[in-house]
């Protein structure tokens, strides 16, 4: 089954067959405007990635999508969502404003894109340290290259382990 996406702008899952497949659009159907659902959910069970957003509720201020135009009306509570997924590692924030949302909250600092710092695990209430990726946005209104993006993401999957 695949799923809709009105105004196909997220390249993520693009990235993701760059990354995991070595093709672009591995995961996608350009003709239909479409993602591949069952084959992002096979990939991503299989490598054991999880997806979430760091908002439960956003408003946009104008009638795009930029991060400067989005107001966070609600936050995800991270600590409960990860206390659910203890074998989570690795937190990848894909862009400036939920990277921003999880600095708020727990105090660290910004590293350099496709770096992470460090989550004390008492921020967190888990038992481990967490790192904290900062990733290039997965919007092509961000102005990177996907091969560039994807390069990001390759390096940190392997770092992470999963590739």
């Avoid at 956003?58 to 966070?72: H, M, P, Q, W």
């Avoid at 995800?76 to 999880?102: E, M, N, R, W, Y």
């Amino acid at each position: 089954m695949d799923f809709f996406y009105p105004n196909f702008s997220n390249q993520m899952w693009q990235v993701f067959g760059l990354v995991f497949l070595d093709d672009a659009d591995r995961l996608i159907n350009k003709d239909s405007r479409t993602f591949r659902q069952s084959d992002i959910q096979a990939l991503l069970e299989e490598r054991g990635i999880a997806i979430y957003d760091t908002a439960c509720a956003v408003r946009r201020l104008s009638g795009n999508a930029s991060d400067k135009d989005l107001e966070i009306v609600e936050k995800t509570d991270i600590p409960a969502l990860l206390s659910h997924i203890p074998l989570c590692h690795d937190i990848v924030c894909t862009g400036q404003k939920s990277f921003s949302v999880l600095t708020d909250d727990f105090g660290v600092p910004v590293p350099k894109m496709g770096t992470y710092c460090e989550i004390e695990s008492g921020k967190l209430k888990i038992e481990n340290p967490m790192r904290l990726w900062r990733m290039p946005s997965s919007s092509r209104a961000f102005p990177m290259k996907l091969e560039e993006k994807a390069a990001y993401y390759r390096d940190m999957m392997k770092t992470i382990g999963l590739i």
